[in-house]
């Protein structure tokens, strides 16, 4: 597979949600002509205004483009956008590139991949962190299985979207390393809320707080960002509630199949759940707060 220049080529891109939107920009800013499907096309308007082309289907997309990137919601809709009637994987061309950049169970991106593989086609896993501030600045992390030549060639495109690109191995590789990554976000966002509803009963001043913890061994990118959000009783979303629980679904599930328990995760799952039923399923991660105060109120009443 030669190597694309952004004068010449042409890019796929399925899914302008709140990650998927500023990720596509980055690629028509550097010039590539960019040929786009969303499940709501009223989602997609500023990206066509900005002059990418608009199809109707996964599989017109795969018609105009060589390189296609997904990044969507649910393994379900992944499934529907690569294999449904009119799917990226029906009859694609030879040598065309797919990368999945959707959080998605490590078994899905290695059937995508071997797929892929019987039409003489690539496919990559690629999910990314960094939420939706990562996704606008350019400075996504991003973990990558799959053949190591294809990400050698892919690599200059996602250097449009992160900062810290790495391959992680063979296909189903990236997804089990983004498994590791919301498993380490997951302990950290119940430190930062439980840290918060401490600081706030014992009459600390949670700003100045956050001077001293922001900046020493409980430092981290997550208390930085979404701390501050937190004290301000913003809880817009920069990842969802319940595309966070997805998340933690599959790492459960992953980890049953590996015979390891995670007593941990398994709990802070939980108490996004209450989150969810709460209402806040569309809210951002750091609604987990409220789900802990409503927890600690439910529990001074009995």
Known sequence: MSE????????????TG???????????????????FNRTKEKAEGLLREGAMWCDSPDEVARQARIVFTIVGYPDDLREIYFGRKGLL?????NSV??????????????????????SCAALDAPVSGGDVGAVKGELSIMVGGDEEVFDLVKPLLGLFG?????????????????????????????????LIYCNR??????????????????????????PKIMDGDYSPGFFVEHFIKDMEIALDESKRMGIDLPG????KSLYERARALGHGRLGTQALLLALEDFCEHEKRN
């Open 18 to 36: 709140i990650m998927g939107e500023p990720m596509c920009r980055h690629l028509i800013l550097a010039g590539y002509h960019l040929f786009i």
């Open 202 to 227: 014992a009459g600390l001043d949670p700003h100045t707080m956050l001077r001293s913890v922001g900046s020493g061994a409980a430092s981290s990118w997550l208390l930085k960002n979404l701390g």
């Open 163 to 195: 900062n810290n690109i790495v391959y992680q191995g063979k296909a189903g590789c990236g997804q089990h390393a983004k498994m590791c990554n919301q498993i380490t976000v997951a302990g950290l966002m119940i430190g930062i809320c439980e840290n």
């Open 98 to 119: 797919f990368v999945d950049m959707t959080t998605t169970k490590p078994s899905l991106a290695r059937e995508i991949y071997e797929k892929a593989l019987g039409f």
């Open 4 to 15: 694309l220049s952004s004068e010449q080529s042409s890019i796929g891109w399925i899914g």
């Open 90 to 94: 029906v009859a694609p061309s030879a």
């Open 265 to 268: 995760l398994t709990l802070v």
